[in-house]
Structures are given as structure tokens and as C-alpha cells.
């Protein structure tokens, strides 16, 4: 099964005016490789500047997290409705840190599918703490998460949502994950879904590897079968970007 290659660059809180539209003009005029799909992220407050910025065909723009309210009074929150009315088609929902301030599972199923059903696209973000691998809790955390994904979300919805494995331990480390145990975990994710879901959705859908990639280590792993992409922190705010980005040629 051939699913397209796909690299997301979450800036997290980082960046200025200024060198968002540099990092957007050195990935305008990079060499991209055609077949990967790119989706930028940085933070809601440069979101129109970016917008505005991309010219690459195959770059598209991403909020860091969403509303699952559909407006009104909640002070400091983004709506899905906001984000395609400036031009976002994308978000980025349940990432670790995210979770870290208190969102639960359910909350961030919740976010998920009130952004497929408002337009946009999902990467969707699981994975597990050091303490859980350690205690051989992997699998069973990531399970447990993508259960409550698939209480909210069904059919086609599917189809809008990419999903992120980043192992706690390896964000903003330098620990990135080896090839094995990054393969091991996105088999077992693909495997979840071929069980509880289905056998095309187990075959058409994204899983992101995210956590200190970086250029010299993404090509092993881009190898690996279960592994269609990365999503990149640190990393991203670099020139290596477009490296990653072509990491799967
Ligand atoms: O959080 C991450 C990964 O961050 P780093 O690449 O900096 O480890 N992606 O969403």
C-alpha cells in the first residue's frame, strides 16, 4: 500500500514575525520533494502571516491545537470555524504537551472530531511517557488513547486524520527512538486499527514518527515500513527541515 509521504513541522511557541516568513521562504524556494506532504504549524498568532506566505504547492498550514466549542465564551481558545475562516485547513490535536496541561483523551477525541467536522484535517498525537515504557506500558498507553479517538470519530472521518506517535521521552531530548522501537510501536498502532477499525483504514492512514528527528537520523527510520513521516519540533525552525522533508527520496 502506497501511502503518501507526509512531514509536519511543529514550530511550537517559538518564532517571530520575522523568521517565520524566513523559514516559509527557504521552504517557498527549496527543492521539496514533490510526493511528501508538508503541513506547517506555528502558532496561532502568525497563522494569517503564514497563510499568506506558503506559495509551495505541496505546504499547507496547521494550528497547533483547536476549540471543541464551536464559539462563545471561552476566553483564549481558537475555533475550528476561526481557522477556516483565515485560510487553516489543518490542526494539530492531543500533542503530548497538550496533554502534559491537562487535556484528556476523551477532550482531545472530542477536538478531533469537531475539526473533521468543521473542514478540517487532523494530526492526531499519541504516545507514552518514560515511566511507561519502562514499566513495558507502551502499547497498552497508545491503545488506550486511540480508543478514545475511535469513540468519537467513524467512516470517513478516518480519512481526514493522520496520526503522530511521539514517544514523551524522545520529545525535545535528543533520545530520539530507534529504528526498531519506533517500527514496533507504529506496527502495533497499524495492527489496532486493521482490529478495531478497518483493514483500509489500517492501510490508507499516516502514522508520523515525532521525536528528536532530525536530518542525520530520519532516513534509517523514513526505511522503516510502518513509518510514513515525521512530525518535527525543534527541527523544523532549521534549514535541515527540507532535508527531512526529502528524507523518504
Ligand atoms: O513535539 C514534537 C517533536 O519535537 P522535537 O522534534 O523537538 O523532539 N513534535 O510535535
Given at each position: 500500500m502506497a501511502r503518501k509521504f507526509f512531514v509536519g513541522g511543529n514550530f511550537k511557541m517559538n518564532g517571530t514575525k520575522e523568521s517565520i516568513k524566513s523559514i516559509i521562504k527557504n521552504l517557498n524556494e527549496a527543492k521539496l520533494d514533490p510526493n511528501v506532504e508538508v503541513v506547517i504549524a506555528p502558532s496561532h498568532i502568525f497563522l494569517p502571516i503564514a497563510v499568506d506566505a506558503v506559495t509551495a504547492s505541496n505546504v499547507a498550514v496547521a494550528a497547533q491545537n483547536v476549540s471543541n466549542k464551536p464559539n462563545g465564551a471561552h476566553t483564549g481558545e481558537v475555533s475550528v470555524s476561526q481557522l477556516k475562516d483565515i485560510g487553516v485547513n489543518w490542526t494539530i490535536t492531543g500533542h503530548s504537551e497538550r496533554r502534559a496541561a491537562g487535556e484528556s483523551d476523551e477532550e482531545v477525541a472530542l477536538k478531533t472530531k469537531a475539526a473533521i467536522d468543521g473542514g478540517l484535517s487532523v494530526i492526531w498525537c499519541c504516545g507514552e511517557s518514560l515511566e511507561e515504557r519502562e514499566a513495558g506500558k507502551t502499547v497498552e498507553v497508545v491503545e488506550k488513547q486511540l480508543a478514545a479517538l475511535a469513540e468519537k470519530v467513524s467512516g470517513d472521518d478516518w480519512k481526514k486524520i493522520v496520526i503522530a506517535y511521539e514517544p514523551i521521552w524522545a520529545i525535545g531530548t535528543g533520545k530520539v527512538a530507534t529504528t526498531e522501537q519506533a517500527q514496533e510501536v507504529h506496527a502495533a498502532i497499524r495492527k489496532w486499527l486493521r482490529t478495531n477499525v478497518s483493514d483500509s483504514v489500517a492501510d490508507e492512514t499516516r502514522i508520523l514518527y515525532g521525536g528528536s528527528v532530525t536530518a542525520k537520523n530520519c532516513k534509517d527510520l523514513a526505511k522503516q515500513e510502518d513509518i510514513d513521516g515525521f512530525l518535527v519540533g525543534?527541527?523544523?525552525?532549521?534549514?535541515e527541515f527540507v532535508d527531512i522533508i526529502n528524507s523518504n527520496q
Amino acid at each position: 500500500m502506497a501511502r503518501k509521504f507526509f512531514v509536519g513541522g511543529n514550530f511550537k511557541m517559538n518564532g517571530t514575525k520575522e523568521s517565520i516568513k524566513s523559514i516559509i521562504k527557504n521552504l517557498n524556494e527549496a527543492k521539496l520533494d514533490p510526493n511528501v506532504e508538508v503541513v506547517i504549524a506555528p502558532s496561532h498568532i502568525f497563522l494569517p502571516i503564514a497563510v499568506d506566505a506558503v506559495t509551495a504547492s505541496n505546504v499547507a498550514v496547521a494550528a497547533q491545537n483547536v476549540s471543541n466549542k464551536p464559539n462563545g465564551a471561552h476566553t483564549g481558545e481558537v475555533s475550528v470555524s476561526q481557522l477556516k475562516d483565515i485560510g487553516v485547513n489543518w490542526t494539530i490535536t492531543g500533542h503530548s504537551e497538550r496533554r502534559a496541561a491537562g487535556e484528556s483523551d476523551e477532550e482531545v477525541a472530542l477536538k478531533t472530531k469537531a475539526a473533521i467536522d468543521g473542514g478540517l484535517s487532523v494530526i492526531w498525537c499519541c504516545g507514552e511517557s518514560l515511566e511507561e515504557r519502562e514499566a513495558g506500558k507502551t502499547v497498552e498507553v497508545v491503545e488506550k488513547q486511540l480508543a478514545a479517538l475511535a469513540e468519537k470519530v467513524s467512516g470517513d472521518d478516518w480519512k481526514k486524520i493522520v496520526i503522530a506517535y511521539e514517544p514523551i521521552w524522545a520529545i525535545g531530548t535528543g533520545k530520539v527512538a530507534t529504528t526498531e522501537q519506533a517500527q514496533e510501536v507504529h506496527a502495533a498502532i497499524r495492527k489496532w486499527l486493521r482490529t478495531n477499525v478497518s483493514d483500509s483504514v489500517a492501510d490508507e492512514t499516516r502514522i508520523l514518527y515525532g521525536g528528536s528527528v532530525t536530518a542525520k537520523n530520519c532516513k534509517d527510520l523514513a526505511k522503516q515500513e510502518d513509518i510514513d513521516g515525521f512530525l518535527v519540533g525543534g527541527a523544523s525552525l532549521k534549514p535541515e527541515f527540507v532535508d527531512i522533508i526529502n528524507s523518504n527520496q
